[in-house]
């Protein structure tokens, strides 16, 4: 009997030894072992894989080592440059530098675009002595184009009463229009039956008014065409302002801030 039972475990082992190395796995229906012949099949290029053994605690530290190296020494060099621009503080401005460019500031801040004008070829010539006192190059001159002034004008009246007299006549005229004169001086108490900025325009009115019965029109020329003369300071500073404040000009046309273009 025990003879019996020592062969029946040396048979169980055998076979239990068997099956573990997958000598049985097929007619036994086991295909999952731990060898996994399969996977080995279903392998691509297996020559390839190399083993490496893990590194010890010396070769460990040696590849931090060298990694640190390897970072240390692949740094690009503007990441250098930068740093060392970093650590270089931006130089401060000196007092006299900010002193200086304050004054700068309030300087452009007194200074002005002038003009004065328009002034007439003797007028010009009036002004053109007192500019030369300003420095250099700090005035300019612009032409300006004028037309001239006509009038079909009848007057001067003596007196009030003939005045409003001729004006009661004219408006008995249908469709016609006039308008009274006071400036300049001389033809004061008079009566402007049109303005032109043509002489021929004028006359041609003139013709027509008599047409329609009045005799004591004329043309009148109140303003030739002309070209006129502007006088500018495009930056005027303190001191030159005043010196052209003390300028001895026409009336009227002192130097005042520059119209916008």
């Known amino acids: 009997m025990l003879r019996a039972l020592v062969l029946v475990l040396i048979l169980a082992n055998a076979g239990f030894f068997a099956w573990r190395q997958g000598w049985l796995g097929h007619a036994l229906g086991h295909t999952d072992t731990g060898r996994e012949p399969q996977r080995l099949k279903a392998q691509v290029h297996p020559e390839r894989l190399v083993v490496v053994s ?13 990694q640190a190296l390897a970072a240390t020494t ?5 990441a250098a440059t930068t740093a060392s621009a ?28 002038l003009e004065a ?9 009036q002004v053109t002595p007192q500019l030369n006192q300003l420095p250099a190059g700090s005035w300019t001159t612009q032409a300006v184009a004028v037309q001239g002034l006509w ?12 005045y ?6 004219l408006r008995r005229i249908r469709g016609l229009n006039f ?14 039956l049109g303005r032109y900025n043509q ?8 013709e027509t008014l008599r047409l329609r019965g009045i005799r004591t029109a004329r043309v009148v020329t109140i303003r030739p065409a002309m070209e006129l003369t502007v006088v500018r300071v495009p930056q005027a500073g303190l001191a030159v302002q005043r010196v052209l404040t003390a300028m001895n000009l026409p009336a009227g046309k002192g130097f005042n801030a520059c119209a916008r273009n």
């Open 199 to 206: 002489e021929s325009q004028a006359q041609a009115a003139l």
């Open 74 to 78: 692949d740094a690009p060099a503007s």
């Open 117 to 125: 004008g328009p002034f007439t070829p003797a007028e010009q010539r």
């Open 54 to 66: 893990p590194p010890g605690p010396a070769a460990s530290s040696a590849d931090t080592d060298a």
């Open 164 to 169: 409003e007299r001729k004006q009661v006549e």
């Open 151 to 162: 009038l079909v004008y009848m007057g001067p009246y003596g007196d009030q009463d003939t």
């Open 86 to 113: 970093a650590s270089v503080p931006a130089p401060a401005s000196s007092p006299a530098s900010g002193r200086s460019g304050a004054a700068a500031t309030s300087a452009a801040a007194t200074q002005a675009c």
């Open 179 to 192: 308008e009274e004169v006071r400036s300049p001086a001389n033809l004061a108490m008079g009566l402007s």
